[in-house]
């Protein structure tokens, strides 16, 4: 092959091949490759230029290089570059577009400059139709391999109001990291739709089919999102074998690869309470575990009164929540790596193309721009009015739950989240005096500064 091609595919699974086709489509010339044969023959196929090998793809392409890997996360993307690196040059740039963990990719961008590769952590979101027709894209890695790639990458990428939903988030790791924050919010959105469908059919008695014309009314105006879309059309879609909702055929366990829970490990580490990601994590673990045949007979009992319209004001006050949690996350990555990531950049380009895209992300954007600042999202004007409007549908929501014995994790944590910014103290007092009583681990008070230790009854 003539050296022509503007970017060479490693990986040509169905993220690649989409990828790949995209990037196509826009005028550039990309030629893939993939280990396996199968997946090669389906690429070309499909109409895209296919390498017999990494060094023929390498040889493909104009100098200086860029070679985009869309294969696992883990040591596949190890391999690949092992693979590539002694085919390519200085001044050459990998670029790893899958989900790897960030820590990784902070990692390999430090062996790649020393080998004098530029190396990008691209994140990924749209799944298999956002790669063919735009997802959103997150990018981290230094400056120079940023601005190289920068007019493919805004070009392939979705559109929202004419502005494309990429960006240049920080160095090193930042790029996967935000992707890692991105999935934290959807696996907390994704629960806490699933809970409002439980209550509507357990707790108001509607069938697959009526519930979803509440979750399509749901999905207008500021609280329109991709999420509520699908979910509206998964409760409308009829099982074509055996009659009834497919729903009611789907078994009720998932799994999970691991972004949830690299979220909340980082979560961990940085000290940002992330209550609803972690729920939603723990919500899918418990799923795989539980034993189905010990449910309850009987279940659910008549629940308590709330409407349709309780649980959608609820469920729009859970998903900020949710996006809180994220932005906060990302705020702390930052502060922490040394990188230089824009919230309300990150949110706008999260308007388009990306699992978790809503109407709510342009006013969330608004929020962070118009009230600067490093508190969290959740303790702003905007955020605390509205979810604070929101706390009676709440409470009548997590009434309900109870009552109708219908788990509702996700829900909670998120309502005892906001409740918590607002409330008048949440009892980390009595916890300090009892790390004092025990431990002599001391505690601050209020009318003076530094470390105070006491003399506790009974000691």
């Known amino acids: 092959m003539e050296p022509r091609a503007d970017i060479g595919v490693v990986g040509l699974g169905v993220m690649g091949r989409n990828l790949a086709a995209n990037i196509q489509d826009k005028g550039f010339q990309v030629v893939g490759f993939d280990a396996d044969a199968g997946q090669r023959a389906r690429a070309e196929a499909e109409g895209l230029t296919v390498a017999p090998s990494a060094a023929a793809l390498v040889?493909?392409?104009?100098?200086?290089?860029?070679?985009?890997?869309?294969?696992?996360?883990?040591?596949?993307?190890?391999?690949?570059?092992?693979?590539?690196?002694?085919?390519?040059?200085?001044?050459?740039?990998?670029?790893?577009?899958?989900?790897?963990?960030?820590?990784?990719?902070?990692?390999?961008g430090a062996e790649q400059a020393a080998a004098g590769l530029g190396f990008v952590g691209l994140g990924v979101s749209g799944g298999e139709e956002g790669a063919r027709h735009g997802p959103a894209l997150m990018a981290g890695g230094d400056d120079a391999a940023w601005r190289r790639l920068e007019p493919l990458l805004t070009a392939v990428a979705a559109r929202f109001d004419g502005r494309p939903c990429c960006g240049h988030v920080g160095a090193d790791g930042a790029g996967h990291f935000v992707k890692m924050a991105h999935n934290g919010i959807e696996y907390g959105q994704m629960q806490l739709i699933a809970e409002a469908c439980l209550l509507l059919r357990h707790?108001?008695?509607?069938?697959?089919?009526?519930?979803?014309?509440?979750?399509?009314?749901?999905?207008?105006?500021?609280?329109?999102?991709?999420?509520?879309?699908?979910?509206?059309?998964i409760l409308a879609t009829p099982d074509p074998e055996a009659g009834g909702a497919l729903l009611d055929r789907v078994a009720d366990r998932t799994g999970h690869k691991g972004t949830g829970v690299w979220t909340v490990e980082a979560a961990l580490a940085l000290g940002v309470p992330v209550p609803t990601m972690a729920a939603a994590v723990w919500a899918r673990a418990l799923s795989a575990t539980r034993d189905p045949a010990a449910a309850a007979a009987g279940w659910p009992p008549p629940a308590a009164a709330f409407t349709a319209g309780d649980l959608g004001t609820a469920l729009a006050a859970a998903s900020l929540v949710a996006y809180g949690e994220g932005l906060d996350l990302i705020a702390a990555g930052a502060r922490h790596h040394g990188w230089q990531t824009d919230r309300a950049a990150v949110a706008e380009l999260w308007r388009a193309g990306c699992i978790i895209r809503s109407a709510a992300l342009d006013r969330i954007a608004a929020v962070l721009r118009a009230e600067p600042g490093e508190q969290s999202f959740l303790d702003r004007g905007w955020s605390r009015r509205r979810v604070g409007a929101a706390l009676p549908a709440w409470r009548r929501i997590l009434a309900a739950g109870a009552e109708a014995g219908v788990p509702l994790p996700a829900f909670a944590a998120a309502f005892h989240h906001a409740a918590a910014r607002a409330a008048p103290e949440v009892g980390a007092r009595i916890v300090a005096a009892q790390r004092d009583r025990f431990g002599a681990h001391g505690f601050a008070r209020v009318d003076r500064g530094g470390s105070h230790h006491a003399a506790w009854e009974g000691r």
């Open 59 to 108: 040889a493909a392409l104009r100098v200086p290089r860029a070679v985009l890997l869309l294969v696992p996360a883990g040591p596949a993307v190890d391999a690949a570059i092992a693979g590539l690196r002694p085919l390519l040059a200085a001044g050459d740039i990998v670029v790893d577009g899958g989900n790897s963990h960030y820590p990784d990719t902070i990692r390999r």
């Open 203 to 233: 707790g108001l008695g509607l069938d697959w089919p009526a519930a979803a014309g509440i979750v399509a009314g749901w999905n207008a105006g500021e609280e329109a999102s991709y999420l509520l879309e699908i979910t509206a059309d």
